[in-house]
């Protein structure tokens, strides 16, 4: 990977910057799963210390986009025949239930109108994908007694969302009405800032442990935790058993 040198910058904020350079090289396919990634060539590559980017490695291996190898060698991860198999088990699961609720709603031949004109607008190859979707709905326009569950992804928007009280009111009425809620990654902030994180046991990106513990929570590093309604995961390797364990709530919610 060509990177250029990184400026004379503070520890933390040196590890930031080569957190996002590799993991950007990761996943723009810059290096092929199965490859290894040498601390000494990266650090010449950044102009930074080895000891700044085993930390930036520690915190991919946590993400899942890295592995220790033989003789502790980190490698880009690849995911198991297994793995893949549960992603796809919970894709099908996920598409199966839209077809069902979609076959079964008053509003079907509406609702497949919508679908067809957003996929013709999504095949247009001049305009950008990213200029191509639109929101749904703003906060402002969301009712949440009208859906059965809710699916907090991970990123750094929950660090943004949770200061929104508009977001974290709507977040606040899944909890107290005990509606099955997803939370990946940095997702379980927004948990915590509705108030719903207190005498739980939990999951997250391993980094926020703290904040899991302030807010009253048990924080446990799993590749899946289910407590009550709640359905928390350590980040994205983890979304065929988050998937699996959420979609299994909303049915028993469906059926009992």
């Excluded at 915190?59 to 899942?64: P, S």
């Excluded at 095949?123 to 749904?136: T, Y």
């Excluded at 859906?147 to 660090?159: D, N, S």
């Amino acid at each position: 990977m060509a990177a250029e040198t990184l400026p004379n910058l503070d520890r933390a904020t040196l590890r930031e910057r080569a957190l996002r350079a590799l993991r950007s090289a990761i996943t723009g396919g810059q290096y092929e799963p199965g490859d290894h990634l040498g601390e000494l060539e990266l650090a010449t590559q950044l102009g930074i210390s080895r000891g700044t980017v085993r930390e930036a490695l520690r915190h991919l291996e946590q993400e899942g986009l890295v592995t220790a190898g033989q003789r502790g060698m980190l490698r880009v991860n690849k995911l198991s025949p297994q793995e893949i198999k549960g992603l796809y088990l919970v894709r099908a699961a996920l598409e199966g239930l839209a077809v069902t609720t979609l076959i079964h709603s008053p509003v079907r031949d509406e609702a497949v109108a919508a679908l067809r004109s957003a996929v013709t607008a999504l095949s247009d190859p001049g305009i950008d994908l990213s200029h191509r979707v639109e929101a749904d709905l703003g906060l402002d326009e969301v009712d949440p007694t009208i859906y059965q569950g809710l699916v907090l992804p991970g990123g750094r928007a929950p660090e943004y969302l949770r200061n929104r009280p508009k977001a974290v009111s709507i977040v606040r009425h899944f909890v107290e009405s005990d509606k099955p809620i997803a939370a990946n990654c940095h997702g379980p902030l927004l948990l915590m800032a509705a108030g719903g994180a207190q005498g739980k046991t939990m999951t997250g990106y391993p980094d926020l442990e703290l904040d899991f513990r302030a807010a009253g929570a048990e924080f446990v590093n799993r590749e899946v935790v289910v407590d009550g309604s709640f359905v928390t995961v350590r980040g994205w390797p983890d979304n065929g058993p988050w998937m699996r364990e959420f979609v299994r709530l909303i049915k028993a919610r469906q059926t009992g």
